[in-house]
T-cell receptor, first 113, second 115 residues
Framework: NAGVTQTPKFQVLKTGQSMTLQCAQDMNHEYMSWYRQDPGMGLRLIHY???????DQGEVPNGYNVSRSTTEDFPLRLLSAAPSQTSVYFC????????????FGQGTRLTVV | AQKITQTQPGMFVQEKEAVTLDCTYDTSDPSYGLFWYKQPSSGEMIFLIYQGSYDQQNATEGRYSLNFQKARKSANLVISASQLGDSAMYFC????????????FGKGTLLTVNP
C-alpha cells in the first residue's frame, strides 16, 4: 500500500546543477501536482497534471520542468539549481475533481548551496 | 482566482480544551471543496476533514469538525478536547472546477497544545 512515493528525501545541490525529483503513485489517480513549502508561505503550486500527457503551470513554475508520460509518474526537473530553490518539495495525487482530497508524498528537503 | 486566508500564524491551547482555527476563502465558483490538513513536526501532510460547498451539514471526523459558514465564506476547523499530539501546523485548502481542480493552500496556523 505505497500511496505516493517521493525520492530522494534529502538532497544537497550546488548552484547550477540539475536534478530530478521523482514522484510515483499507485492509486491510478489522474491528477498529480508538485508544491514547494517555504516558511510562512504555505504550499505553493509549481506544476500540475490532469492526466498523462497533460501538464500545466501553477503559481511558481519558473526554473522547473515537468512531464507526465504515464499515469503513475510525475517527475520534477530543476534545470539549473539556484539558492532560491532551497525548499521542501511535496508531490500530491488525487482523483480529478473538486471534492476529492489529495494524498501527499513524504516530501523532499532540497538545499542549494 | 481562488484564495485561502488563515489569519492566525500561531495559536496556543491548553490540553483538553477546544480550539478553533480560522479559514476564509474566496472564489467565484459556486462548486468547491474545502479541506484541512495537519503537518506535524515530522513533515508529512495528513488529511483531516473535507466540506463540499453543497453540503448542508457541517463535516465531522472524530474530534475534528468544520464550522462551514457559506455566506461568510469561512471554513473554520474546530478541534475538541485537544491533545499534546495535536501540536502541529494546520493548513486550510480549497479546490474548484474552474481552476482545473488546483488545490490552493493558506499559509497555515501553528498550533501548540500546552500540558
Amino acid at each position: 500500500n505505497a500511496g505516493v512515493t517521493q525520492t530522494p528525501k534529502f538532497q544537497v545541490l550546488k548552484t547550477g546543477q540539475s536534478m530530478t525529483l521523482q514522484c510515483a503513485q499507485d492509486m491510478n489517480h489522474e491528477y498529480m501536482s508538485w508544491y514547494r513549502q517555504d516558511p510562512g508561505m504555505g504550499l505553493r503550486l509549481i506544476h500540475y497534471s490532469v492526466g498523462a500527457g497533460i501538464t500545466d503551470q501553477g503559481e511558481v513554475p519558473n526554473g522547473y520542468n515537468v512531464s507526465r508520460s504515464t499515469t503513475e509518474d510525475f517527475p520534477l526537473r530543476l534545470l539549473s539549481a539556484a539558492p532560491s530553490q532551497t525548499s521542501v518539495y511535496f508531490c500530491a495525487s488525487s482523483y480529478r475533481g473538486r471534492f476529492t482530497e489529495a494524498f501527499f508524498g513524504q516530501g523532499t528537503r532540497l538545499t542549494v548551496v | 482566482a481562488q484564495k485561502i486566508t488563515q489569519t492566525q500564524p500561531g495559536m496556543f491551547v491548553q490540553e483538553k480544551e477546544a480550539v478553533t482555527l480560522d479559514c476564509t476563502y474566496d472564489t467565484s465558483d459556486p462548486s468547491y471543496g474545502l479541506f484541512w490538513y495537519k503537518q506535524p513536526s515530522s513533515g508529512e501532510m495528513i488529511f483531516l476533514i473535507y466540506q463540499g460547498s453543497y453540503d448542508q451539514q457541517n463535516a465531522t471526523e472524530g474530534r475534528y469538525s468544520l464550522n462551514f459558514q457559506k455566506a461568510r465564506k469561512s471554513a473554520n476547523l474546530v478541534i475538541s478536547a485537544s491533545q499534546l499530539g495535536d501540536s502541529a501546523m494546520y493548513f486550510c485548502a480549497m479546490r474548484t472546477g474552474g481552476s482545473n481542480y488546483k488545490l490552493t493552500f493558506g499559509k497555515g496556523t501553528l498550533l501548540t497544545v500546552n500540558p
